[in-house]
Nanobody, 119 residues
Framework: QLVVVESGGGLVQPGGSLRLSCAASGFTFSSTRMYWVRQAPGKGLEWVSSITAGGGTTTYRDSVKGRFTISRDNAKNTLYLQMNSLKSEDTAVYYC????????????WGQGTQVTVSS
């Protein structure tokens, strides 16, 4: 059974940092491309970042480039998102997923992890 569990969210002031984690099981993590998406209050889902199976290639949406870093530890079946210089517009629930995101909410997604950037 495919399971992903996100953690690491919280309340942080503008300019602060958080590190999100995504623990995955039920599939061959080390052979699978992964991504992060988010949903801000009252808005739709939006893709944030992706990483290839080996971690050699990463991509980001323009608004987070230079501030966020996606990474993975294939020995621990864990995906990460280091978020620095956080802005209020980063406030959202963050979800992780496998493969290439098709723009839709996935059935295996969990509760996500809430990130709130506010002073």
């Amino acid at each position: 059974q495919l399971v992903v569990v996100e953690s690491g969210g919280g309340l942080v002031q503008p300019g602060g940092s958080l590190r999100l984690s995504c623990a995955a099981s039920g599939f061959t993590f080390s052979s699978t491309r992964m991504y992060w998406v988010r949903q801000a209050p009252g808005k739709g889902l939006e893709w944030v970042s992706s990483i290839t199976a080996g971690g050699g290639t990463t991509t980001y949406r323009d608004s987070v480039k230079g501030r966020f870093t996606i990474s993975r530890d294939n020995a621990k079946n864990t995906l990460y998102l280091q978020m620095n210089s956080l802005k209020s517009e980063d406030t959202a629930v963050y979800y992780c997923g496998r493969g290439v995101w098709d723009g839709q909410r996935q059935g295996y997604w969990g509760q996500g992890t809430q990130v709130t950037v506010s002073s």
